[in-house]
């Protein structure tokens, strides 16, 4: 390209006077420098025209009878460049019975940024193409000599003096490669007695001086370069057509005999290899269409002659399995193309199948060209049989022989790639941990398999049991079957509760848990599915709900409020959607406030305010918790020093920011930026296994309680070493948790906690807090029982900080016993509600359960354990059991009590409507209480 370089400037150029003379063409180009171009060049114009061209461009038009103006081969190429394309390919034509390759470029001519031509370089690649082809030839053919034992090779190049040596050399010679590969042309000559250096000399000098002659032999002997042992050898020399590679073909006497005798015949030496290895080795022509050679175990491992599939072409395809038919005709048509192909099939002799593994090599004639392949067949059937051997154990749990987990994920992803509908059950007998931390392992695994049993005789005959962890199974059922059909088969499932298993000499009854879901109605690939089943597993049982739970839609409608508060979590701090309430700390008989709790809120742009129960977890998954639990701490102090009247202000710190490298600074700076002292501030710990770590948590609360920061445990008396706690820490307050709290004047047992509680703080010195108070009757007993400070509904709910600074200039707070809300009413209407649209856009989710208890002025009441989002981007729907559907939109929500939230939604109302809904209406016995709705609306799905 570099003599364009030089001349292209005369085609850009200035070209006016040329141009104004019609007899000359519109380029001008410097033909003297493409003489000096060693291919052939040629320029063409805007319409296709020769304007110029080299000699060498002229001499190989006329030898090929060529014409680049009409040829076919150079057209489209033209077209191609004069479009702005650079193009490259490869022409072949046959002149006097010979092929020549050529390698062609077009490219575009440019003037003034405008194509005007095209210009092209023809390289003759027919030499290059020769010298591989006779290489790759030749190589094949080395390649195959170097496996016959005994047999070396040694090349001398003679243009450099350089010498390649088949592998076998450097072991006959006792030296490296490495070594063998660095000796000079005098050390290697070393290696042959000194005695027949000469005639080998001599014999090499006449082969070259002859030209009539080829090749010699002779007999010499080689030294061992270690023992120093003579070795005699047989050489044969033979010099390449070029005449430039002297090739020394070396035999050792000794083997001389053997390895003749074996190379006389090219079929025994084919054959006796193939028998030891259950092998054959066969040539297939393009041009006959039959197998010309054949040596080994052909007729053992075919069943049929190569004069039998000769005589009838097309008889393979009755031998080969059918299913893979189609993989013999694709590796046909590859074998065309590409010199090496693998695959593996199947055939049948008689009854039995066998497997065959065939590598492919093309075959080439003398002028290069490919005429058949060489298949080298292998016969496989012990090693897939093995194989199968071993993946039956893979697919099976070896302890309880039913399929394994990854044989039922399998499956399971083949039901679905069929498209099939199916119903998956998780079904767990909730007992092996226990088993195996109480009894021992061995207890635990035969555990394992007398549940595995036991739950395989009594599935429905056309179910699949197979093993997912522990004592957990997954169980598969073809077809689509109602709501009531599964709960039915749940029910026969459940009866395992009933049952005793004897692990000697202890008896044991399970805890099952059954989870279920459906393809492709709760998901549309296995993981999802097998995990939604388990989340329906999850929920079994809850709030006294049978230990049955279909995926349905409730836990959809939480899971898509879970997917985006895990996705908005990460900015939540960064957008300022994080705030904090306070819910004050009362005197159990006066009402003063002497305290409150900081609570973070999340309002979330499109589900509103969110609850720390549903974001704490999913912040602890990851490290945002530390960046919360800085913003709680910091406007903690920032609302501290805002209020006049001041009272102490507790903080919830997870266990596990105990372990935060910075949590003493955090506390120390936040107290110098705002001017608060730490006697103003409560951490209020949970009782978890991360407190077990006392040294480090004795030092840290410490460290606390040095900068004159008061401690808490929360959640007292609800875990199993809250007493020990109250040894090895030196807390200030216990706060008893809700319950205990809640309703404690309707249950002796919570009573009597809660009085000794109280007893054991006194003598320990301690303050105490009972959370969940939300009636009056709990506060009238926890003033007989002496708790002195009460925290619930019952005085405040969590609220704003600037609502709690107005309670402070107040000081005191009036009860407001729940009976003030609609608790009277006596008949409700139980329901769903789901999602119709958000942002404007259909959803396919499903509904959570909700209680309706009256209804006016196109306004009704509704009651949900699940807290929704007041916005009007998202339209929801009422969905009852009579199947109709009510589009609603939320106005107004009250959080009643801890997991219960009362809501006033709008909704067009009619006579027909208000009918249908009277009818749906439950009478309830008796006045409905707050627990009571806390039941219905926790209520399982069978209800």
């Known amino acids: 390209m570099a003599i364009f370089k030089k001349w292209i400037h005369r085609v850009n150029g200035d070209v006016t006077d040329i141009l104004s003379s019609e007899s000359i063409p519109v380029f001008h180009v410097d033909s003297l420098q493409m003489e000096q171009y060693p291919d052939a060049i040629y320029v063409l114009d805007m319409k296709g025209q020769l304007i110029e061209s080299n000699e060498k461009m002229e001499q ?103 010498f390649s040596f088949s592998s076998q050399v450097s072991s006959f010679l006792g030296v490296s490669r490495q070594r063998l590969n660095e000796m000079s ?140 038919l189609e993989k013999i005709n694709q590796a046909n048509e590859e074998t065309r193309h590409t010199n090496h192909v693998e695959l593996e099939y199947r055939i049948f002799v008689g009854k039995k199948q066998k497997w065959m593994k065939e590598s492919r090599q093309h075959l080439f004639d003398h002028k290069g060209r490919v005429r058949g392949f060489q298949a080298l067949i292998r016969d496989v059937t012990e090693v897939r049989e093995q194989e199968a051997k071993l993946m039956q154990r893979n697919e099976f749990d070896p302890m309880t022989n039913i399929p394994s987990r990854e044989t039922m994920f399998q499956s399971i992803a083949r039901l679905i790639q069929a498209d099939l509908t199916f119903v998956l059950f998780a079904i767990s007998f909730n007992r092996i941990a226990d088993i195996n931390r109480t009894f021992g392992h061995e207890y635990g695994d035969e555990w394992r398999i007398q549940t595995a049993h036991r739950l395989q005789r009594i599935v429905p005959d056309e179910a699949v049991v197979g093993h997912l962890d522990g004592d957990t199974f997954l169980m598969f059922m073809p077809g689509s079957h109602g709501d009531e059909h599964l709960l039915h088969i749940g029910d026969h499932l459940l009866n395992l509760s009933k049952h005793c298993f004897q692990l000697e000499p202890y008896s044991v009854y399970p805890n099952i848990k059954i989870g279920v879901s459906r393809y492709p109605n709760d998901a549309s690939d296995e993981v ?79 589900w509103g305010t969110v609850s720390p129960l549903d974001f704490i977890p999913l912040a602890e998954e990851s490290n945002l918790f530390i960046r919360m639990t800085d913003y709680v701490i910091d406007e903690v102090f920032r609302f501290l020093a805002t209020l006049p009247n001041k009272v102490p202000i507790s903080l919830n710190v997870s266990p596990k920011y105990l372990y935060h490298e910075h949590l003493l600074s955090t506390f120390e700076s936040a107290s110098r930026r705002h001017d608060v002292s730490f006697n103003w501030i409560e951490i209020e710990v949970a009782e978890t296994s991360r407190l077990d770590e006392s040294d480090h948590i004795t030092n840290i609360f410490s460290s606390l309680r040095d900068l004159g920061i008061q401690l808490a445990l929360d959640d007292f008396g609800k875990g199993y070493s809250s007493l020990a706690y109250l040894q090895q820490f030196q807390v200030n307050t216990i706060k008893i948790d809700r319950i205990f709290g809640h309703g404690v004047s309707e249950n002796k047992q919570a009573r009597a906690i809660i ?130 559907d009510l589009p609603v939109r939320l106005r107004r929500i009250t959080e009643i009590t801890h997991g219960l939230y009362q809501y006033v939604a709008e909704y067009e109302s009619s006579p027909t409507l208000e009918a249908q809904l009277a009818s749906l209406e439950v009478e309830g016995t008796g006045s409905i209480e707050i627990a009571d709705y806390i039941k219905l609306v926790h209520q399982p799905e069978r209800s």
């Open 60 to 162: 190989l038009l006329d030898d090929l009878a060529l014409s680049l103006t009409g040829a076919e081969e150079f057209i489209p190429y033209h077209e191609q460049a004069l479009a702005g394309e650079t193009v490259h390919f490869e022409l072949i034509k046959v002149q006097d019975g010979q092929k020549r390759k050529f390698a062609v470029t077009c490219t575009p001519l440019y003037k003034d940024q405008l194509i005007e031509g095209v210009y092209g370089i023809v390289k003759d690649m027919s030499a290059v193409w020769d010298k591989q082809n006779r290489y790759a030839f030749m190589k094949v053919g080395r390649e195959l000599l170097e496996q016959v034992p005994g047999l070396m090779i040694i090349e001398v190049h003679l243009a450099d003096g350089s």
């Open 185 to 324: 042309a005098d050390q290697i000559r070393e290696t042959v007695h000194p005695d027949d250096w000469e005639r080998l000399k001599q014999s090499v000098q006449s082969l070259r001086a002859d030209a009539g002659e080829s090749d010699f032999t002779m007999e010499i002997r080689l030294r061992h370069q270690q023992t120093f042992e003579d070795m005699p050898v047989t050489v044969r020399g033979v010099l390449s057509l070029e005449r430039n590679v002297l090739t020394y073909v070396i035999f050792s006497t000794k083997d001389q005999q053997r390895i003749e005798h074996e190379l006389t015949d090219k079929e025994e030496l084919l054959h006796r290899v193939c028998e030891a290895s259950d092998t054959t080795i066969c040539d297939y022509s393009y041009d006959t269409n039959q197998i010309e050679f054949a040596a080994g175990q052909f007729h053992t491992m075919f069943g049929y002659t190569v004069k039998h599939f000769n005589a009838h072409p097309d008889y393979w395809k009755a031998v080969i399995h059918q299913d893979d």
């Open 528 to 606: 999802t599915l097998i995990r939604r089943s388990y989340m329906a597993m999850g929920r079994a049982g809850k709030t006294g709900g049978t230990p049955i739970s279909l995926y349905t839609s409730h836990m959809n409608l939480e899971e898509l409020k879970r997917f985006e508060l895990l996705r908005d979590l990460p900015t939540a701090i960064d957008r300022n959607e994080f705030y904090l309430l306070y819910q004050p700390k009362v005197n159990t008989w006066t009402g003063e406030i002497t305290g409150a709790e900081a609570l973070i809120r999340w309002e979330h742009p499109l």
């Open 755 to 884: 009085h000794s509680l109280v007893v054991l703080a006194e003598e320990f010195g301690l303050d105490v807090v009972v959370e969940g108070i939300e009636q009056m009757n709990d506060l009238l007993l926890l003033r007989q029982l002496g708790c002195k400070t009460i925290q619930g509904y019952l005085f405040s709910p969590p609220v704003r900080g600037e609502v709690f600074e107005n309670m402070m200039i107040q000081g005191k707070l009036t009860p407001d016993s729940f009976n003030q809300h609609e608790w009277g009413t006596s008949r409700y209407i139980q329901a769903g509600i789901t999602i119709k649209t958000i942002r404007q856009q259909q959803m396919a989710i499903g509904q959570s359960p909700i209680v309706l208890t009256s209804r006016s002025e196109q306004h009704l009441h509704f009651y949900s354990a699940l807290r929704l989002p007041l916005d009007g981007e998202i339209e929801f729907i009422i969905r009852f059991p009579s199947g109709v």
